[in-house]
C-alpha cells in the first residue's frame, strides 16, 4: 500500500475557503491508469466520496459539493488538492484522501484502496 499523507484541515467559519493536499511521500502520482479522490466521514456515518478525478482527467463530485468545492492534481508536485470554497457547516467531516486503480466515468469505476490517516475540517455556522 501506499502511504497518503492529509493536511490543510481546520476550523473555519460559514461561508469561507479550505484547501486540502494529498501526498504520498516517496511515491509519484501514476500517469494512467489511476483514480485519486477525496472522501469524508463523520462519527456515526459511513465514509462519502467527494470529488474524485482520475489521471485521464474524468472528474466527479458529490452532489452537494458541485459549483463549490473542486479537486484538482498537480503533476509536478505529485499532490492532490481539494478547493472548498463558500463551506457549510455540513461540511463539517474527517476528510480523506484515497488513491486506487480504475478510471471512468462513474465512481464504481475505481477501486480506492490506498488512504491516508485524515485531515479534521471543522465548519462553525
Known amino acids: 500500500q501506499v502511504p497518503l499523507v492529509e493536511s490543510g484541515g481546520e476550523s473555519v467559519q460559514a461561508g469561507g475557503s479550505l484547501r486540502l493536499s494529498c501526498e504520498a511521500p516517496?511515491?509519484?502520482?501514476?500517469?494512467?491508469?489511476?483514480?485519486l479522490g477525496w472522501f469524508r466521514r463523520t462519527p456515526g456515518e459511513e465514509r462519502e466520496g467527494v470529488a474524485r478525478?482520475?489521471?485521464?482527467?474524468?472528474?466527479l463530485y458529490e452532489d452537494s459539493v458541485k459549483g463549490r468545492f473542486t479537486i484538482s492534481l498537480d503533476t509536478t508536485k505529485d499532490t492532490l488538492y481539494l478547493q472548498m470554497d463558500s463551506l457549510r457547516h455540513e461540511a463539517s467531516a474527517m476528510y480523506y484522501c484515497?488513491?486506487?486503480?480504475?478510471?471512468?466515468?462513474?465512481?464504481?469505476?475505481?477501486?480506492?484502496?490506498?488512504w491516508g490517516q485524515g485531515t479534521q475540517v471543522t465548519v462553525s455556522s
Open positions: 478525478s482520475t489521471t485521464a482527467g474524468n472528474i
Open positions: 516517496g511515491y509519484s502520482i501514476p500517469i494512467s491508469g489511476y483514480c
Open positions: 484515497g488513491r486506487g486503480r480504475g478510471g471512468g466515468t462513474i465512481w464504481a469505476d475505481c477501486a480506492f484502496g490506498d
